[in-house]
């Protein structure tokens, strides 16, 4: 069975698993830290995991840690909260939702616009392919949103898709990598797989396969997004 097939396979046995309430909330918990603390750590996040556990768990701040860190984890656990709530009640995704998931995770942060689109060109130091100018954001940012209405084919490959198109329309001023993780998270969700982890180890990898797909070679980036969707289904099946 290929990976694409396994994937669907496991989703589905994990959708017809009886698993106990508090065993799926324990393991729901070490995800949801797991993916703030990796999330996080992609953008430069001083917060250990075990500082973040302790900060979106038991709501006991770390010493010695920058203020913005501390709260750029709080919300993305809120920001978490947010598209499991979104996805729970099959609200469906738009740009003004997307708008409001970042204005979550942006939010009391210095220096930021939660919500709103930059105004002015920016540039990706390394890139290879920059991000669309301002003036394009709206209608790139209506289209990505138009091809998640729809979806057609593997729902794990649509969420990595629309994953790195985001990053590349780079719509807001800062929080974007944040704002595509969680909506790849957001997209697979809605077709009842968990949620996934980029793990804090795992940033370099992640960070090159972006590199390679703005070089052309995608096939990098959609591995590494499929593996992570399938480590999460095994997680969770691993419970039965």
């Known amino acids: 069975m290929d990976l694409l097939s396994r994937l669907i396979d ?10 106990t309430p ?29 500082e973040t556990r302790a900060l979106v768990i038991d709501e006991k701040k770390p010493k010695g840690k920058p203020p913005e860190d501390v709260k750029a ?8 909260s947010q598209i499991l709530n979104w996805a729970e009640s099959e609200v469906p995704i738009t740009v003004a939702a997307i708008c409001d998931l970042h204005r979550i995770l942006m939010r009391e942060l210095p220096g930021t616009a939660g919500g ?3 105004d002015e060109r920016v540039e990706v130091t390394g890139a290879t392919k920059q991000p669309v100018r ?20 593997n729902p794990a490959i649509g ?7 985001f990053t590349k329309i780079h719509p807001f001023a800062d929080g974007n990598g944040r704002t595509a993780r969680l909506l790849m998270n957001w997209v697979l969700l809605r077709s009842d797989f968990p949620l996934t982890v980029l793990a804090a180890s795992d940033s370099q990898r992640y960070l090159d396969s972006l590199a390679e797909a703005d070089a052309g070679v995608a096939s990098t980036f959609y591995s590494f997004q499929l593996e992570c969707a399938e480590n999460s289904l ?7």
């Open 234 to 240: 095994d997680r969770f099946l691993a419970l039965g």
């Open 73 to 80: 984890a709080i919300n993305h656990d809120i920001g978490i």
């Open 22 to 50: 508090d065993a799926r909330e324990a393991l729901l918990t070490d995800i949801r830290v797991e993916l703030t603390h990796g999330s996080l750590a992609v953008q430069g996040n001083a917060l250990s995991l075990k």
């Open 10 to 19: 496991k989703r589905d046995r994990l959708v017809a698993l009886e698993l």
């Open 116 to 118: 709103h689109f930059r």
């Open 159 to 165: 969420a990595a898709t629309a994953h790195y198109d």
């Open 134 to 153: 301002p003036e394009r954001i709206e209608e790139s940012m209506d289209a990505l949103v138009r091809s998640l209405t729809d979806p057609v084919g």
